[in-house]
């Protein structure tokens, strides 16, 4: 089964660029149809999907984070990336990487990785 596991920095200065990676495991990234994800759920809120991004290395953004996210990936790892900038205390959330063949359908999800943003 497939795998996926975020990492980052977990605390982030305002102002600064958020670095995750997802690394994926138990499967390729070179499968057709299928999207790879960031979601986030700041806290008491629910779930905002953030980017997605596919093998060709098509991207999807939400538009209300197309201005500050970007997404990429190196299929030779199993990894994809989301760089978020300038960050601010709204950006507190827990990020996930998760895996769907849609848009909006993820039945598969990293464990997520709380992030902070503080000076």
């Known amino acids: 089964q497939v795998q996926l596991q975020e990492s980052g920095p977990g605390l982030v200065k305002p102002s600064q660029t958020l670095s995750l990676t997802c690394t994926v495991s138990?499967?390729?990234?070179?499968?057709?149809?299928?999207?790879w994800s960031w979601i986030r759920q700041p806290p008491g809120k629910g779930l905002e999907w953030i980017a997605a991004?596919?093998?060709?290395?098509?991207?999807y953004y939400n538009p209300s984070h197309k201005s500050r996210a970007t997404i990429s990936r190196d299929t030779s790892k199993n990894q994809f990336t989301l760089q978020l900038s300038s960050v601010t205390p709204e950006d507190i959330a827990v990020y996930y990487c998760?895996?769907?063949?849609?848009?909006?359908?993820?039945?598969?999800w990293g464990q997520g990785t709380q992030v902070t943003v503080s000076s």
């Open positions: 998760a895996r769907g063949s849609g848009l909006y359908e993820y039945p598969d």
């Open positions: 138990g499967g390729s990234m070179t499968a057709n149809f299928v999207y």
């Open positions: 991004i596919t093998f060709t290395g098509a991207t």
